[in-house]
């Protein structure tokens, strides 16, 4: 079931779900729209030939008020808002319509199990010809909540639980990867 807006209000007022900051005009019918905040990281391409899997990649760390993203380019990017959901909640992260018709893609893999907390690290793809120009605080994404028929038997505790700021790939962490290098 989705939650509508009043749903999100009671969960809110109820210190069930946890948005800081928010602003009521933040809170859409069925979602709460998240704003871009001032930490970006990007992929370091002088220092690695090519990404894989095992290895954790370098990053350049940017902190600004403004960001333009060239045309084909991907940028990872953070939420202003900390969510903490409970353990019987989930989101999907959508981005805004009228964010992407400027050819912007937003995503975050989608999906933020329940249990996660922390800012929110989103992925942005400009699919344009022409750069795009970010300023922080600017409604990005949104997120659109789903309650679960039960509580989670085992809800998210992992490698991205807590994150501040813009988070890179953890990937070279998952177990199975793991098993590879030894």
């Not at 990007?42 to 760390?61: G, H």
């Not at 344009?128 to 997120?143: A, E, F, M």
Request: proline share 5%; glycine share 6%; net charge negative.
């Amino acid at each position: 079931m989705i939650l509508s807006d009043q749903s999100i209000r009671q969960y809110l007022t109820e210190k069930k779900l946890v948005i800081d900051p928010l602003e009521e005009m933040q809170i859409q019918p069925g979602s709460v729209d998240l704003r871009l905040g001032n930490h970006y990281l990007k992929i370091d391409s002088y220092k690695i030939a090519c990404l894989d899997l095992t290895s954790r990649p370098e990053y350049i760390e940017m902190i600004q008020e403004e960001v333009v993203i060239p045309p084909q380019s991907f940028l990872l990017a953070t939420t202003r808002e900390y969510v903490k959901l409970p353990d019987n909640l989930t989101a999907f992260v959508e981005g805004r319509s009228s964010i992407g018709r400027l050819g912007l893609f937003i995503q975050n893999s989608g999906w933020v199990d329940p249990g996660f907390e922390g800012e929110i690290t989103i992925e942005l793809y400009n699919a344009n010809d022409l750069p795009i120009k970010l300023v922080s605080g600017v409604r990005i994404c949104q997120l659109v909540f789903a309650q679960l028929d039960q509580f989670a038997q085992s809800p998210y505790r992992g490698k991205y639980q807590g994150q501040r700021k813009a988070t890179g790939s953890r990937v070279s962490l998952d177990a199975e990867l793991q098993k590879e290098k030894q």
